[in-house]
């Protein structure tokens, strides 16, 4: 699902946001509205870790709302204790942060990336 999927919002020094599957392709999505779609599963209830979030950590993003969690994630450029107990954790990068540290800015309101945008090509899911 994660295929051809944009980094749609990207704060440089922070993290990078992308995940979201229904919006978010590159090819036959809606750049217009990329950032706002899920999957066709049910959102997730909230489950808070204390894991920090540092360089390389992978949280699942979500709304206002802390049980709205889907098919978004985001992948910290930088520590941001302020999302420390607030978000999930649910990876981390092993390898390939300097791909992640490539990733293309944004440039738009709230990091939304203007122009092409980078993409997942291709995303395999292990444990």
Known sequence: AYDNVCFHRVIDGFMAQTGDVEFGKLEGGDMSRAGM???ELPDLEAEFSDEP???GVVGMARSQNPDSGNSQFFIMFDEAPFLDGEYTVVGRVIEGM????????GEGPNGAVIGQPDVMTNVDVVK
Request: aromatic residues 8%; charged residues 45%.
């Open 53 to 55: 979030f540092e360089r």
């Open 37 to 39: 779609g899920g999957s």
């Open 98 to 105: 300097d791909v992640v540290m490539d990733i293309k800015r």
